[in-house]
């Protein structure tokens, strides 16, 4: 289990399962609001190759499943190329700048927690 600020994340087996946090009205309530965006981000065309899919999600934003990213390792890319990652044309992924935001789904470069 990883606690993020207004999210809770179990892993189990190949899937990583997103809750809202139950430490706080307002945390519970922007952990909605993240599960929310990350479902309807995931649905963005442009984003879709840089972005870890939403699978399932139950609705209201009480939980988003995607599947298990290998997390990037400490300093293992420069924050300036994650930046650069980000940038897809007109639209940015609002992922904070750090390594646990980004891993490798089948090899390929995605961000994790685009639910800002």
Known sequence: MKKGATRWVFFIGKFAFKFPSFSGWKQFLWGLLANIQEKEFSKVDVLKNKLCPVIFSFPFGFLVVMPKAKILERDEISKEHLK??????EFMIPSELKYDSFGYLNGKLVSVDYGS
């Open 84 to 89: 650069t990652f980000c940038t897809c044309g």
